[in-house]
């Protein structure tokens, strides 16, 4: 069963870098033809494609957000990265990693982790 | 890259059918046959409920059920329970390997 997990501070101060990473279990970053993304959700608010990066290394990223948005693959760990850079307290949100699935959807996901941005 | 719109909140009683509402545009929801639907408790994984705007995981009741007309998605869950309870979020493909989300809908079950 293909499990995610992601870790990373918590707490992240504004004008500085949000990095998170998600650890994949159960299968190989490499075994399929996947995109493997980060999604978020503010308090109060609906849930935002951050990007996605192909097993490959291809990246795709919201264009809201393209500027500040690094996301990395790390097939030896395998790990996949998100880096948020110059963050406000905009960006405070439940992060989520996902594995994307038929049909363009997302089958596996991360049970996320909390990033509050305050000084 | 808009959000897509759903209703905020919907409610039923156990046992009565409800529909919840995804709408799009001619870009996103009205262009892709690749829209999917998840369930979300907060402080867990987000769950697949529906993918390809009509298909069900395996593992999910087949009281949901998913259809699109034009550029709005809907799901619908018939037969409510207690356990459905739970905030419901659409997506979609929007091309060039990006995706928008809803704002998600709170369904209550009375």
């Known amino acids: 069963q293909l499990q995610l997990q992601e870790s990373g501070p918590g707490l992240v101060k504004p004008s500085e870098t949000l990095s998170l990473t998600c650890t994949v279990s159960?299968?190989?970053?490499?075994?399929?033809?996947?995109?493997w993304g980060w999604i978020r959700q503010p308090p109060g608010k609906g849930l935002e494609w951050i990007g996605s990066?192909?097993?490959?290394?291809?990246?795709y990223y919201n264009p809201s957000l393209k500027s500040r948005v690094t996301i990395s693959v790390d097939t030896s760990k395998n790990q996949f990265s998100l880096k948020l850079s110059s963050v406000t307290a905009a960006d405070t949100a439940v992060y989520h990693c996902?594995?994307?699935?038929?049909?363009?959807?997302?089958?596996?996901w991360g049970q996320g982790t909390l990033v509050t941005v305050s000084s | 890259q808009s959000a897509l719109t759903q209703p905020a909140s919907v409610s039923g009683s156990p046992g009565q059918s409800i529909t919840i509402s995804c709408t799009g545009t001619s870009s996103d929801v009205g262009r892709y046959n690749f829209v999917s639907w998840y369930q979300y408790r907060p402080g867990k994984a987000p769950k697949l409920m529906i993918y390809g705007v009509t298909k069900r995981p395996s593992g999910v009741s087949n009281r949901f059920s998913g259809s699109k007309s034009a550029n709005t998605a809907s799901l619908t869950i018939s037969g409510l329970q207690a356990e459905d309870e739970a905030d419901y979020f659409c997506c979609s493909y929007a091309g060039t390997s990006t995706w928008v989300f809803g704002g998600g809908t709170k369904l209550t079950v009375l």
């Open positions: 996902a594995k994307e699935g038929t049909a363009m959807s997302f089958d596996y």
């Open positions: 990066i192909y097993y490959s290394g291809t990246t």
């Open positions: 159960g299968d190989s970053i490499n075994s399929g033809n996947y995109y």
